[in-house]
């Protein structure tokens, strides 16, 4: 809490006197990163030809945070660039479901604490057992409490290449299966989802078959829905339907509703819903009036 | 925010007469009319957006310790939008919607200095300390930017350009909207590009 006001600015202390000196003063030119990022891998050798997962952890300071692919109404999501030996690819960041932000009268979405930003490596076939990658990234965040604060770390891990198939790494087994916990899941069989487009909204209908606690709907796109408006929810047994308010900067029709929905106790689902009118499609209006 | 706080907000805010005259003004849309306001600039002069009606207005959300906004000033970018434009008859405001205490905030004092300083040629500086403003057309971020045309419509709302990064290295490749827009515009075409997700830091409303 005390950094937290310290670091708004050189012209802007506001610190308990107690902390003034300690923190505030040595802090003024450089300030220390509000986030720690380390590059991991999920195991402790490289074996030629086999993808493999690796992870930037972010441990962020209290009352921080970071974004979603998808910031919501503000914010940057992290940036990785990667330098890898040659024939190494990285594909793109497996991002967790993110948590609803308010910073009223915004809706950010987003990571607090700690989070696992997994990205999965491809080896090339030609590596020579006994060698050693260096694996190296740039690093780029924003990160934002009441005030954003860009930041970037250069990051770097060494793994033996090993002809054997590799062993997982203990210490960080935890993360990695918090991380996958959280990701997104595609949607079960025999679940649908559904979307219909009136005037101020969509409505989103998803058929699970279960009876839900609670359903969030994060859109993964912006300027679809207004990210701050509440999101009424109607949690019937065996479906899910949400009414999102249409962002206001909404100009033509859009054919899907993508995004993340959360249910429950973060149960996160990918959710791909064909939009349809009222009026241009009877079966969306059928369909929707057989699961209320 | 609900519209009736939103209505609240902004009658504490503004010297609103005009204003309250078409509730349909509450909804600052790009394709309608841009609502209404009276908001005192930074030379203690009281600016009333419909007194500009036949000219282009460009709105720009601005919070000079918020690094993206830094970005554009630091490496000269909006400066050189805001003489660019108003050399051609533009009338451009940049508008401080940060609470007393937040990030952002300027007294009259403070903020003629900075645009001395940054060399910045805005044709004034609307101080928005209670919001009000910012609610009125939702500015969500610095540095939101929008247009409006002479016959008072909004025809763009959104980001600066399109790379929402920190960085000033990015300006020299990102594709400038608000040049596209106006460009466009002015050339009595429509305006490709008209609504943008507006990147930036939040505004820093009071709480």
């Not at chain 1, 491809?122 to 990234?137: C, K, N, V, Y």
């Not at chain 1, 990160?143 to 960080?172: H, T, Y």
């Not at chain 1, 019937?236 to 308010?245: E, M, N």
């Not at chain 2, 009125?136 to 929008?146: C, D, E, N, R, V």
């Amino acid at each position: 809490m005390p950094a937290r006001f310290c670091l708004l600015g050189n012209r802007w202390l506001i610190c308990p006197i107690f902390i003034l000196l300690a923190v505030c003063l040595p802090a003024a030119p450089a300030s220390p990163p509000h986030a720690i990022v380390t590059l991991i891998a999920e195991q402790r050798s490289i074996q030629p030809r086999h993808k493999f997962w690796a992870g930037l952890h972010f441990q962020l300071e209290k009352h921080w945070h970071i974004y979603w692919i998808n910031p919501g109404d503000s914010g940057e999501p992290p940036r990785v660039a990667w330098d890898l030996p040659q024939g190494f690819r990285a594909g793109p960041i497996a991002w967790p479901a993110p948590h609803r932000l308010e910073n009223p009268p915004l809706v950010d979405y987003g990571y607090e604490d700690d989070v696992l930003l997994m990205a999965p490596l491809d080896p090339p076939s030609r590596l020579s057992a006994g060698h050693t990658a260096e694996l190296r990234a740039t690093v780029k965040w924003l990160i934002c409490s009441n005030i954003c604060v860009p930041e970037q770390k250069q990051v770097a891990l060494s793994l033996p290449i090993e002809d054997d198939p590799p062993e997982n790494d203990s210490r960080w087994r935890q993360l990695f299966d918090q991380a996958r916990a959280q990701m997104p899941r595609r949607m079960p069989s025999g679940w649908s989802a559904t979307a219909l487009s009136e005037a101020g909204h969509f409505i989103l209908s998803v058929k699970t078959g279960t009876q839900e606690s609670a359903a969030a709907f994060f859109p993964l796109a912006p300027l679809q829905i207004e990210n701050a408006a509440p999101q009424q929810v109607t949690l019937g047994s065996g479906a899910v339907r949400l009414t999102l308010q249409k962002s206001d900067q909404l100009l033509k029709p859009i054919a899907f509703l993508k995004g993340v929905l959360i249910l429950g106790d973060r149960k996160a689902i990918a959710i791909n819903a064909p939009v349809a009118s009222r009026g241009n499609s009877g079966k969306s209006l059928s369909e929707r009036k057989r699961r209320q | 925010m609900n519209s009736a706080m939103k209505h609240a907000s902004v009658l504490m805010g503004l010297t609103l007469g005009a204003l309250l005259a078409a509730p349909s003004v509450w909804a600052a849309r790009v394709g309608n009319p841009a609502p209404d306001f009276n908001a005192t600039d930074s030379t203690g002069k009281v600016q009333k957006l419909s007194e500009y009606r036949g000219k282009y207005v460009v709105l720009e959300w601005h919070n000079r310790e918020c690094p993206y906004t830094h970005k554009h000033y630091v490496s000269g970018n909006m400066q050189k939008l805001q003489r660019d434009w108003t050399s051609k008859g533009v009338i451009w405001f940049t508008v401080i919607s940060s609470a007393p205490g937040q990030q952002g905030y300027m007294t009259a004092a403070e903020e003629n200095a900075y645009v001395e300083k940054m060399q910045a040629s805005p044709t004034a500086v609307l101080l928005d300390p209670a919001g009000a403003l910012g609610h009125l057309y939702a500015a969500k971020t610095t540095p939101q930017m929008l247009i409006i045309n002479p016959q008072g419509i909004l025809i763009y709302d959104g980001a600066i350009d399109s790379k929402p990064t920190t960085e000033v290295e990015d300006i020299a490749s990102a594709e400038n909207y608000v040049n596209l827009a106006l460009k466009e515009a002015m050339a009595g075409e429509q305006v490709k590009i008209p609504v943008t997700r507006p990147y930036g830091c939040s505004v820093k409303y009071a709480h």
